[in-house]
C-alpha cells in the first residue's frame, strides 16, 4: 500500500513524502518535531480514512493542542482501500456472505511496521493469514499478487479488512478524555472536492460534497441528479494531510480534491501511471474443494484469487472467493461470462 502525505504548516513548505506499508505511520512521525512545540491550537484536516489516515490520526492525537477532523468518503464508514462487504443469501438471509473487496492482506517489510503488526497482533486487530498458498509454476516471483505466495508472512484483519481502520480510530478516541486539549471528529459520507489556501493567514478552506453524490460506486448519472454543488466546510485548517494520491488527479476522478496544480504535478511525476484492476465478488452455494486458499496466476484472465472463508475472523457462512484482473484480460473474461 503506497500513498501520499501533503502537509502544509503555517510558513513551513509543503512536505511530500513517500513511503511504504502503512505510509502515514513514518510521514506523519517526521512531522512530530513540528507539532510538539506548538503553543496554540491548531486544526488538521485528515482527507481518506483508510489504515493511512487512521494512523495519521492516531499519531497526531497523541499531542496536545490538534482538533483533528478526518473525513472519509466511503458508502459504509472509513476504511478506504481496506474495505470489505457483507450480504445476506438470497436463499438463506442466515448464511453471511463476506467478502475484502479492496486490499486483500499485507506485508510488513519494515522493522518499523513490523513493531506496529506485533502491537495490533497483541491487541487482536490483525492475525497472521497462514493458509494453502499457491502460483502459477510459469510465474516469476517478480509477477506475483504483492508477493504471494513466496514472500511471507501475510497478515489480515481480525474481522475484514476494513475493521483495521475502525480499531486503530476506536483507540485514538479512547485516548482523548473529555479533559484531554485535542479532539477527533469524523465525518463519514463527505467528499473533499476542493481546497484553497489563504495567501494572507495559511489556512486552508476545504469544500465538500454528500450524500449519494460523494460516494465513488456511485452511477454518474445519480451524481449528476444528486450534486447540488459543493459546500464549505466550517472551519480553515492549519494543515491538511492528503491520504490517497488519486487526489492529486483531475476533477474527472471522483477522488479528485483538487489541489494545487503545482504541487499536484509533483505528485503525478513521482507516482507515474497507475494501472485499474477489476475484480468480481463470488459465492458459491456449496463447497467447491478448490485446493487453495489463495493464488498468482500467469494467465491471460486472472492475476489473483482469494478463499474470503479461510482468513481469520471470516470462516463460516457460503464459501466466498474474490478474483482480480488487470485491464489488459477484461475483453477475454467479458468474453467468458456472456
Known amino acids: ?33 513540528l507539532i510538539c512545540v506548538m503553543t496554540k491550537k491548531k486544526t ?19 499531542y496536545d493542542n490538534i482538533t483533528i477532523h478526518l473525513f472519509d468518503q466511503g458508502r459504509r464508514g472509513v476504511g478506504g482501500r481496506t474495505s470489505s462487504r457483507s450480504a445476506a443469501s438470497s436463499m438463506n438471509s442466515e448464511t453471511p456472505m463476506r467478502w475484502d473487496h479492496g486490499c486483500q492482506f499485507f506485508r510488513a517489510d519494515t522493522s518499523q511496521f513490523k513493531d506496529i503488526i506485533q502491537e495490533w497482533i497483541s491487541k487482536g486487530i ?19 499478487f504483492f508477493g504471494l505466495p513466496s514472500t511471507p508472512p501475510f497478515y489480515v484483519a481480525n474481522d475484514g479488512m476494513q475493521s483495521i481502520a475502525k480499531s486503530v480510530l476506536n483507540a485514538a478516541e479512547q485516548k482523548l478524555t473529555s479533559s484531554s486539549s485535542s479532539s477527533l471528529l469524523q465525518f463519514t459520507g463527505t467528499r473533499v472536492a476542493q481546497m484553497k489556501r489563504n495567501d494572507t493567514t495559511k489556512r486552508w478552506k476545504l469544500f465538500a460534497t454528500s450524500g449519494e453524490a460523494a460516494y465513488h460506486d456511485t452511477p454518474e448519472a445519480i451524481v449528476k441528479r444528486n450534486d447540488h454543488g459543493m459546500d464549505q ?3 480553515d485548517y492549519d494543515a491538511v494531510i492528503l491520504t490517497d494520491v488519486s487526489s492529486s488527479f483531475g476533477q474527472w476522478h471522483r477522488a479528485s480534491a483538487d489541489v ?20 468480481a465478488m463470488i459465492s458459491f452455494d456449496s463447497q467447491t474443494n478448490i485446493p487453495f486458499d489463495a493464488a498468482s496466476f500467469d494467465d491471460q484472465v486472472l492475476w489473483f484469487a482469494a478463499k474470503s472463508n479461510s482468513k481469520p475472523g471470516m470462516q463460516g457462512g457460503k464459501e466466498c472467493w474474490y478474483v482480480i484482473w488487470q485491464r489488459a484480460s477484461l475483453p477475454i473474461f467479458i468474453s467468458l461470462i456472456i
Open 126 to 144: 490483525v492475525h497472521e493469514w497462514k493458509g494453502s498458498f499457491v502460483s502459477s509454476k510459469s510465474l516469476q516471483p517478480d509477477r506475483e
Open 260 to 279: 494545487p496544480e503545482e504541487f499536484a504535478k509533483r505528485v503525478r511525476e513521482r507516482v507515474g501511471a497507475r494501472v485499474p484492476l477489476f475484480t
Open 44 to 62: 488538521v484536516a485528515i482527507i481518506g480514512g483508510g489504515i493511512t489516515g487512521a494512523s495519521a490520526a492516531q499519531t497526531l492525537a497523541k
Open 1 to 33: 500500500m503506497d500513498g501520499w502525505v501533503i502537509l502544509t504548516y503555517g510558513e513551513i513548505s509543503p512536505l511530500l513524502k513517500k513511503t511504504s506499508d502503512v505510509p502515514a505511520i513514518s510521514a506523519i512521525h517526521n512531522i512530530s518535531p
Open 233 to 235: 466546510l466550517g472551519t
